[in-house]
Each structure stands twice: as structure tokens, then as C-alpha cells.
């Protein structure tokens, strides 16, 4: 710290203020000393007198000037420092300028740490030089402090590295490195790349720079590859350090294991899947039993009587009149069989709705919440395109619910084989006094968009034919309409549409 001292400080003040010098050297939590402008050491604080061993009457513990010059001192210093800070120090009172060097001193049990020393110089106003001020730092305590942080950091059972502003990586501990197999240099550059897996890598990378870019907070869930070529699954938070001016200095981030859980939660869902699936294949079972039981006596009447007709029509004189008696028959069972089918068909109205008022654009984000799992697990790119301010309609809530869900899970069904985008695109709009739904993917596309909507009909190989039936049952009871037609240039759009309230 260079500083002056006004010339007409008077004589008998001197000794009062290198009282004060002394007694602020003191005080710092460091080892300080100042010394003659000729180099030679005149006071070494408490902390540095102890250090070295310095009996308690030595003059250096009361800033006696024994007129020793700097080179003096030299023995302090371990002998193979001594050429090196002699140069500089030489330097520094050849020039008047400060100076910086290292080297190792010995304590008062004749061992050697490693200090890094800087000296500036005090001068007068007239720029007389009066003293050398000067502070040593203990690295070796420094060191010491950085290998247990190091220490620390490798103990965290989780993967934890740091990234400068920019977001290239600065430090990543050995758990990463001895997981992935890799060097730390492979991680620079986007390296780090290879490290994700290719169906997760996208989506972190975007989480990532847009908190570069922003500066906020970043998380993300995702995928990473074992040195033996397994994937686990880990939450990667990060957090910006921020220096006094708010700029951020460095990225400190830290990536635990989910992989349990997340299989858990995966494994939850299956159940929960395969016991949907089971109470839908147990009712319509119990619907198709009684369908048979109700169906099976007009089919056999049917049956009975065209062989009764072809009897009567058999003969060498056919008995037209019977016959038509028994062709009637038969159109009396056929309608009988024909009014089961409709009631079936009933079966899909029966439920009474509980309709109140009900903003669209929350049902569709809330059911897109609920299928963001299983559309990242199929590899489906999911997005809404839901028009702002959409006036409310009067609808059940549990029914649209309904309707969208199968909807969206058909629309990522239809995508599961294709090699191409996987888009899949939920739109809401306000058209002609009508709320329109429309649910868009990129799958094969229908053939037959109208009977896709016939209970039983079905696309799908083990599909039931239920689904879509039920849907257009809803938005029907809804005074609505539900409809598909083709997504240029490929894939289905499914619409449906809700009157205003």
C-alpha cells in the first residue's frame, strides 16, 4: 500500500505514529513487517515473531533498527529460495517499486511452509522513501484449505462441477470421471454431449444455455451414459455465484441419482396401465356376454326360420305363402337383433354429465401435465398452440378430460412405429360461436375417418374399438361434433368442437 506522510509531521509525533503501524500490523490476521528503505527488517508483527521463533526481548518484536540490511535475513529462508528472492527484492530497492515473490520460511521448530510475500513502499509526501510495508500469506494453509474443499466436494455422494460464465466447465469431480470413464478434457467443447443420452441431450442443452443466457436458476431431468454403456436417470440442478456488482463469476452445479425412483414411478404407471387395461377388458367382456345372450335368440330364430323357408321354397310345388310368412319372421328377428345393437350402442349415453363452467385451455394443460411422462417416454415432442382469452363453455370437466386423454394417447400411439418427427400438437381456437379442439400427430394417417368412430371398429391390433366411440358419445351429449381428417403432409387430425356458454 503505497502511501505519503505530510512533511510537517513534527519529530516528537514520529515515534506515536509507528506506534499505530505497529499496533495496526498487529492486528491484521496476517504475518507483516515493514523495514529500513535499505531492506533491512526493523518489525515483524506478534503472529510473524512467534512463527519464527523470536525470543520475546528481540528487537524485531519492537521495531528497533539494529541497521541490519535486508540481505541480513536471508537464513530465515530456506536455501534453495535464496537466489531467487534476492533478484527481486534487489529489484525493489534498485527500482523503489513494489514487488512479489514466494519462497519458504523456517518456523521456530526448524521447518519450512511456503509464503507468497509482497512489499510496497511508504513514502513521504515528497516522495522520500520512509519504510517497506509488507504481508506474507501462509499458501501452504491455503493449500491446505483447498485440498479439504477438495476433499469435500469428492466425499458429496452426487456428481458436482463448476462452469464459467460462458458455461464451459472449470471443475468436475472424480465420482463423474470414474462413472463415465472419461477425461476431464472430453467434457470441454460440448463433449460433454456424448456423456447424455441422444434422446435427452436436446432438451438439457436448451434447459442449460437458457440459464447461461438469463442467468436463472437451471434443472433438468435426464439420462446418463455408465462407462459400461448403461443410461441412469439424474436431476441436474445448477446455481449461479454472483460477485459484489451482481456479474456472475461461476456456475456450481450438482447432478444426483434418480434412477430408483424414477423406475418406481415407472413401474407405477405400468401397473396403473395394465389395471386400466384389465377393468377395460373385464367390461367388455361383461358387455360382449350379454350382447351374446341377448343377440344369440333372434340370431338362432333367424336362422330357424330362413331354413323354414328354403324348406317351403324346396318342394315340386313351393308353398309361397309360407315362405313368406317365414321371411317375415325372419325380418321381425332382424329387427329385434338390430334394436340390441342400438341399445349398446345407448350404452355409451347413459352417463348423466355434471356440466358447469369450464375453461378449455386449463383442461387441455392439465392433461397435458399428466401425459408429459409417457409422451417423453415414447419419444414424443408434445406442444400447445391454445388461443388466449377463449370464452368459457359449459361442459364436465372428468368427460372432456376423457376425451382429450384417449385422444392424445391415440395420437402418440399412431406415432409409436414411424421413423420420422414424432410431433405431436394441441391447438384451441375460437371459430363461428364454437370452441375448437384440434389433436394433431405425424402417425400413418386413417383410412376410413368415419368408422373409426363405430363401437368395436378398431385400427389398432389389440385395440377394442371402445375409445373413440365413448369420445364422440361425450361430445355429442355436449351438443358438440367430433370429426378426423388428414394432417398435411402426414398423420391425423381429430377435432372437436363445444358450443359457448
Not at 528487537?59 to 531467487?84: K, N, S, T, Y
Not at 367430433?482 to 358450443?499: E, Q, V
Request: hydrophobic share 40%; glycine share 6%; with cysteine.
Amino acid at each position: 500500500m503505497t502511501g505519503g506522510i505530510d512533511d510537517g509531521t513534527k519529530a516528537e509525533e514520529w515515534p506515536r505514529l509507528v506506534a499505530q503501524l505497529q499496533a495496526t500490523l498487529n492486528v491484521i490476521p496476517a504475518y507483516t513487517w515493514y523495514a529500513a528503505p535499505s531492506g533491512g527488517l526493523i518489525f515483524v508483527n506478534k503472529r510473524t515473531a512467534d512463527y519464527l521463533g523470536l525470543p520475546k526481548d528481540h528487537p524485531l518484536r519492537f521495531g528497533i533498527d539494529i541497521g541490519a540490511q535486508w540481505d541480513a535475513h536471508i537464513p530465515l529462508l530456506h536455501p534453495d529460495d535464496h537466489e531467487e528472492t534476492r533478484k527481486v527484492w534487489s529489484t525493489c530497492l534498485r527500482t523503489g517499486e513494489a514487488g512479489e515473490t514466494s519462497f519458504r520460511v523456517r518456523n521456530a521448530q526448524g521447518g519450512y511452509r511456503w509464503f507468497l510475500s509482497r512489499a510496497e513502499p511508504l513514502r513521504a509526501s515528497d516522495g522520500t522513501l520512509l519504510h517497506w510495508v509488507g504481508v506474507n500469506l501462509d499458501m501452504d494453509a491455503l493449500r491446505q484449505s483447498e485440498h479439504n474443499l477438495r476433499k469435500i466436494v469428492e466425499t458429496v455422494p452426487a456428481f458436482v462441477w463448476s462452469a464459467d460464465p460462458d458455461g464451459e466447465f472449470t471443475r468436475i469431480n472424480q465420482r463423474v470421471l470414474d462413472y463415465s470413464g472419461m477425461q476431464f478434457d472430453d467434457f470441454l467443447h460440448l463433449g460433454w454431449e456424448k456423456f447424455l443420452h441422444p434422446d435427452d441431450f436436446p432438451e438439457a442443452a436448451k434447459a442449460f444455455y437458457h440459464a447461461i443466457q438469463t442467468g436463472t436458476s437451471y434443472q433438468a431431468v435426464f439420462r446418463l451414459r455408465r462407462a459400461d454403456g448403461e443410461y441412469r436417470w439424474y436431476h441436474g440442478r445448477a446455481e449461479p455465484l454472483r460477485d459484489e456488482h451482481g456479474r456472475i463469476i461461476q456456475w456450481y452445479g450438482l447432478s444426483i441419482d434418480i434412477d430408483e425412483g424414477k423406475k418406481a414411478e415407472e413401474e407405477l404407471r405400468s401397473t396403473q396401465a395394465r389395471l386400466a387395461r384389465a377393468s377395460q377388458i373385464a367390461t367388455v367382456a361383461e358387455l360382449s356376454a350379454s350382447i351374446a345372450h341377448e343377440i344369440n335368440q333372434p340370431l338362432a330364430a333367424i336362422v330357424s326360420n330362413a331354413q323354414t323357408c328354403q324348406t317351403w321354397l324346396a318342394g315340386d310345388t313351393p308353398n309361397i305363402e309360407r315362405a313368406r310368412i317365414a321371411v317375415d319372421r325372419i325380418v321381425r328377428d332382424a329387427t329385434a337383433a338390430a334394436d340390441v345393437v342400438r341399445r349398446t350402442r345407448a350404452l355409451f349415453k347413459r352417463a348423466t354429465a355434471e356440466k358447469s363452467l369450464l375453461h378449455i385451455n386449463e383442461v387441455i394443460e392439465e392433461v397435458w401435465r399428466l401425459l408429459q411422462n409417457e409422451m417423453v417416454r415414447r419419444g414424443i415432442l408434445a406442444e400447445l398452440d391454445l388461443a388466449q382469452q377463449l370464452p368459457p363453455t359449459v361442459a364436465d370437466r372428468i368427460q372432456i378430460q376423457q376425451v382429450l386423454v384417449n385422444l392424445m394417447r391415440n395420437a402418440a400411439e399412431a406415432m409409436e412405429t414411424s421413423d420420422s418427427s414424432k410431433q405431436l400438437t394441441v391447438r384451441s381456437r375460437h371459430v363461428d360461436g364454437m370452441i375448437v379442439v384440434e389433436v394433431c400427430d405425424c402417425g400413418s394417417g386413417l383410412t376410413d375417418k368415419e368408422n373409426v368412430f363405430e363401437p368395436f371398429y378398431s385400427t389398432k391390433q389389440n385395440g377394442m374399438g371402445i375409445g373413440l366411440a365413448i369420445c364422440r358419445s361425450i361430445i355429442q351429449a355436449h351438443d358438440g361434433e367430433l370429426s378426423a381428417r388428414d394432417n398435411a403432409p402426414r398423420g391425423t387430425i381429430f377435432a372437436f368442437t363445444l358450443p359457448l356458454t
